[in-house]
């Protein structure tokens, strides 16, 4: 058995969270065996509790990649774990603590994109950094990699594994019509829908303010905003400034999101950064067309004019324009879909992440 550690420091279910729990639901069991450091509290813990899957809590490392304070106590309990491979998801104090307690083998996997580091000395420092408490670094999408690259991390340190999720199940119309009736939308409205935190670095006002354009040539369009954070109030006021809150749905916190991209016609995303876009994945699976900005990992996701349309970053006219011709052709919603669940099965499976991740694993053991 190879004794895997993974660590997470985030205490809400992000993009890394998601990432963990799948890679949870398909791993090896037979050949690894698979444990979760999370800071005490984190909502991630009764996810993983439930695939059976054993959790260490612990205290003060709550939403910090680097405290001083806990490196002793993580490695600690590498050491009595007897850890052979180390994956961290953001803690560099557990890379460092990894390196402190003599682990074999340490893993990063890289889950967002960074603005360039202008200053030489700072961007030789971190450079330095990883390189010597990472063995290799894990990017979620070829952006991440070119953006680890600019920012000084030697190429033969990363590999490009992409995020992988498993099939959403598509429910019955009956259950569609339901969920659309209890939010207020009709049963032959197009759904637009966003799934995305409430924070700056997703643009949802260019969401809202496409909507606005979109409402004043078709008002036969519900648009769903999906997700919590910062910026709902202010979000919910630009939709009322606008005069279209009857039209625009906040959903808040949404724990099965199934249910909420089954009612969906078109799935989009507006971020200003984004490593990847699991949302749109989740939504390719059940044969959703998208559109989303132009940035960051989105293009390896959307293929312009095959699942879905790019538009340039903070630009809601032209988003709206690509909205619109999706809202009006059906037949190109159905064409666009299919090539969406293609690509989805062809690109983004669980089932090929874990694997090429299990490959990793035993290239680092063998060497």
Request: glycine share 6%; with cysteine.
């Amino acid at each position: 058995m190879i004794n895997v550690i993974h660590v997470i420091s985030d205490t809400n279910i992000g993009g890394a969270g998601v990432w963990i729990l799948n890679f949870l639901r398909e791993f090896n069991r037979d050949k690894y065996l698979v444990k979760v450091i999370v800071p005490k509290g984190s909502l991630l813990v009764d996810k993983i509790s439930k695939v059976e899957i054993e959790v260490i809590e612990v205290e003060g490392m709550k939403d910090k990649s680097f405290d001083i304070k806990i490196i002793k106590k993580l490695c600690g309990i590498l050491k009595k774990e007897k850890c052979d491979i180390l994956h961290t998801h953001a803690s560099i104090s557990a890379r460092i603590a990894g390196k402190m307690a003599g682990v074999r083998s340490i893993i990063h996997t890289k889950h967002c994109i960074d603005n360039e580091e202008k200053n030489v000395v700072k961007k030789s420092i971190k450079s330095y950094i990883n390189r010597f408490i990472s063995d290799r670094i894990i990017a979620v999408s070829e952006a991440v990699k070119n953006n680890l690259i600019v920012n000084g991390i030697p190429e033969e340190k990363i590999i490009c594994i992409h995020n992988g999720i498993k099939n959403l199940k598509e429910i019955r119309r009956e259950e569609k019509n339901k969920i659309r009736k209890e939010l207020g939308i009709g049963l032959d409205d197009i759904v637009v829908g966003i799934v995305a935190r409430l924070e700056e670095v997703k643009g949802h006002e260019y969401f809202i303010k496409a909507a606005k354009s979109i409402l004043q040539k078709n008002n036969s369009v519900k648009f769903i905003i999906v997700g919590s954070g910062s910026r709902e109030l202010e979000l919910k006021e630009l939709t009322e400034k606008m005069q279209i809150e009857e039209y625009v749905i906040f959903t808040g916190y949404v724990e099965n999101i199934e249910n909420i991209i089954n009612i969906v016609d078109i799935n989009v995303i507006t971020s200003i950064s984004e490593a990847l876009c699991i949302s749109l994945i989740e939504g390719m699976s059940l044969g959703k067309p998208s559109v989303g900005t132009k940035i960051g990992g989105i293009p390896e996701v959307i293929i312009d004019n095959y699942n879905g349309f790019l538009v340039p970053v903070r630009d809601s006219e032209s988003l709206a324009i690509a909205i619109l011709k999706l809202i009006e052709d059906e037949e190109l919603r159905n064409y666009m879909g299919k090539n969406a669940k293609k690509l989805m099965e062809e690109k983004f499976t669980v089932y090929n992440m874990t694997k090429k991740i299990e490959k990793l694993y035993d290239e680092l053991i063998n060497n």
